[in-house]
């Protein structure tokens, strides 16, 4: 509820804001572009009444048409952002001069006016911006990247050295619109030839409904050394506000008996040994936890329970707030951590080494590999989208980790 009254107050500023840019800057008839923001703004409203109706009676699986609707309105949002950030900019510019003006006494010719230049450059830049989310939503939506990684380490058994790990998270099947979207990404998982799969959590965005339809597809997976799993915070019905809480876990069980079917092995505060010949590693998984709201049900103690110092030790941990706060001072040294969550915001840049994204200022640790000392962590950037039914800049990931030593 915050969140939707701090996003329409921003909304509203901005639109005001724009309004009386465009018309100064553009000589805009203030009727005509009246006109044209009461159009954009019932549109709007129309809009959210819609997704607030949908997402309220839709009990079993989340609303492609809410999710599209989400994007429009999106896009619609930050067009109107981006003017009022440029249009704010120039009145800084406006004022300053003003001042220059009043103290040099040279302010004979009044306020400076707005610049029919930046009311042009405003439109541009914002329709601009509307266009990409729009791309986003069309093709970035399933325009899958395969990171490829070397994670190499002193640690790694000889006979685990070339042992390549396929990554997924963060798959939110509810936002989907059909399978061929789905097996696009998993088809190409599946090019790599991993010698074993790991899912890092958020199967569904609210119910385990939304995963039936795709058990087949998951089915297909296959890997010589298993398909592990663990629960991320979506999985677990929270959001499913209309559910009480007994059937939020019913729920919950449902969704671990789909995962199941789809032949994951499901790691819930566990651990596997993943025997290579003479060797062997130890496969780890926790339930999910991270930072309020999100639920702290991951116990390490659990997890690594009379695990060797000496072992090898990969761990699947959904939220990567987790690995900072707990994994780095645990008693155990964990080579590696893997895990998602963060999605990159599904809104930045990367290019080269350097990568932007709002998401940073929130998750220091957001995509990519990070190291302290001896253990390091990995944050798959996301397969699916929530909220937003796209991807500007961020592109949905599988990631292969070659183990080597």
């Known amino acids: 509820m915050i969140f939707l009254f701090t996003f329409i107050l921003l909304l509203s500023i901005s639109e005001v804001y724009s309004f009386k840019g465009y018309q100064k800057s553009l000589s805009i008839a203030r009727h005509k572009l009246f006109i044209s923001f009461a159009i954009i703004n019932f549109l709007f409203i129309a809009g959210l009444a819609l997704i607030a109706y949908k997402q309220w009676n839709n009990h079993t699986n989340s609303s492609v048409t809410s999710n599209l609707l989400t994007g429009i309105l999106f896009a619609i949002f930050l067009f109107f952002l981006v003017s009022t950030i440029l249009f704010f900019v120039e009145d800084v510019f406006r004022f300053l001069k003003w001042l220059f003006l009043f103290i040099t006494k040279k302010n004979q010719l009044g306020y400076p006016k707005r610049t029919k230049p930046l009311g042009l450059s405003a439109a541009i830049w914002g329709l601009l911006m509307f266009m990409l989310v729009v791309y986003g939503m069309l093709f970035g939506f399933t325009h899958y990247k395969v990171h490829h990684v070397d994670f190499v380490h002193i640690d790694v058994p000889e006979s685990f050295n070339g042992f390549k790990i396929a990554q997924i998270s963060d798959i939110h099947l509810g936002t989907f619109g059909n399978k061929k979207q789905v097996e696009k990404g998993l088809n190409k998982l599946m090019d790599q030839k991993p010698d074993m799969i790991v899912f890092t959590g958020d199967m569904v965005n609210n119910y385990s409904s939304e995963a039936l339809d795709y058990i087949d597809l998951f089915k297909k997976l296959e890997a010589p050394f298993g398909k ?174 070659e183990l080597k030593k």
């Open 228 to 401: 592990y799993a663990i629960m991320g915070n979506h999985d677990y019905a929270h959001y499913a506000y209309k559910l009480t809480k007994k059937e939020q876990n019913e729920d919950t069980q449902k969704l671990r008996q789909v995962i199941e079917q789809m032949g994951f092995t499901i790691l819930s505060n566990s651990n596997e040994i993943i025997f290579r010949n003479a060797d062997s590693i130890i496969l780890a998984g926790v339930e999910n936890w991270g930072n309020a709201p999100f639920p702290q049900y991951g116990e390490l103690e659990t997890a690594l329970n009379n695990i060797d110092s000496a072992s090898f030790v990969l761990l699947l941990s959904h939220d990567p707030s987790h690995w900072s706060q707990k994994v780095l001072s645990f008693k155990l040294p964990i080579a590696l951590t893997l895990s998602g969550h963060t999605h990159g915001m599904q809104f930045g840049f990367e290019l080269g080494n350097k990568k932007w994204s709002p998401v940073q200022y929130i998750y220091p640790n957001w995509a990519g590999m990070y190291q302290r000392g001896k253990q390091h962590l990995y944050v798959n950037r996301g397969f699916g989208c929530i909220g937003f039914p796209g991807r500007v800049g961020i592109r949905p990931e599988i990631t292969l980790i």
